[in-house]
């Protein structure tokens, strides 16, 4: 039997090209065209794991060492749950991917005498990848967005600093939230502080009293150029509080309110 090694690892990329980018639409993970690209082509080296004489155990755990390289080069490293969760959706879609194309292969391509099954026609590993992989796949992320309705408040937005720094971030929509500034009525963006880099505690940083479910108290803010939100625009005229705890929402860097949705149109 020839095997064609080319036309192998490009079919093997061709899929984890589709799965990184299917996890990129279910998860709302913030990616690009060239880290899906590089990061398909590092799960494309599996492949090259037929050729190297392994035993089951250690193939299973080079196989999932190198799923875990593929997310995180592909959407970053934020902690252990950011991390698995990216990395269960991306099995479960080809669990999907690789259950359709082997049903489809038994019944276009196999054929059967009582128990015994032959070979007999072409295999649709090619076709599949061309036509019905992105068909199956779509079906699959359309329920998926259906069924994760949380994720639809999850914006990806670039958050431009006086200083000229750029910060790229996932913010989630809180309808509830309506913190704002006493003085000015700004909203009020709750960013984790470990996305600024500048020296905010010198003299950039505003007081701004706030009052919470019978707490209150003095939260840091600074003042921003401008923000650009996917799917709105860019806003103005607001504020970015500097929140010392970790936002507890998988993948989200900032929480803002409905508000900033309303602000200033740049």
């Keep these: 039997m020839k095997i064609y090694i080319d036309l192998v690892l490009l079919l093997n990329f061709g899929f984890d090209l589709i799965l990184l980018f299917v996890v990129a639409i279910l998860l709302r993970r913030q990616t690009n065209l060239k880290r899906l690209i590089l990061g398909a082509l590092v799960g494309s080296i599996t492949i090259l794991s037929m050729f190297i004489e392994m035993k089951s155990l250690e193939l299973f755990l080079v196989k999932i060492l190198i799923s875990i390289i593929m997310v995180i080069i592909t959407f970053g490293y934020?902690?252990?749950?950011y991390m698995f969760k990216n990395l269960f959706y991306l099995y479960t879609s080809s669990i999907l991917l690789g259950g359709f194309l082997y049903?489809?292969?038994l019944q276009f391509s196999y054929h059967n005498e009582g128990l015994?099954?032959?070979?007999?026609g072409l295999s649709v590993?090619?076709?599949?990848?061309i036509i019905l992989s992105p068909v199956i796949l779509y079906c699959y992320v359309k329920q998926g967005l259906h069924l994760k309705n949380h994720y639809h408040h999850y914006y990806h937005v670039d958050i431009?600093?006086?200083?000229g720094e750029v910060i790229e971030a996932t913010a989630f929509l809180d309808t509830g939230n309506h913190l704002t500034d006493p003085y000015k009525k700004r909203p009020i963006l709750l960013?984790?502080?470990?996305?600024?880099?500048?020296?905010?505690e010198k003299d950039l940083a505003l007081l701004v009293p706030y009052d919470a479910l019978n707490y209150h108290g003095l939260l840091k803010c600074i003042i921003p150029d401008r923000i650009f939100i996917q799917g709105v625009g860019f806003r103005s005229n607001f504020l970015i509080g500097i929140s010392n705890e970790k936002i507890q929402l998988d993948g989200v860097d900032c929480i803002m309110g409905s508000s900033l949705l309303e602000g200033s149109l740049i």
Excluded: Q, W
């Design 78 to 81: 934020r902690d252990i749950h």
């Design 103 to 105: 049903f489809l292969n």
């Design 116 to 120: 015994v099954f032959y070979f007999n």
């Design 125 to 129: 590993n090619v076709i599949a990848l």
């Design 160 to 163: 431009y600093l006086k200083s």
């Design 191 to 200: 960013m984790n502080k470990n996305l600024i880099s500048i020296n905010y």
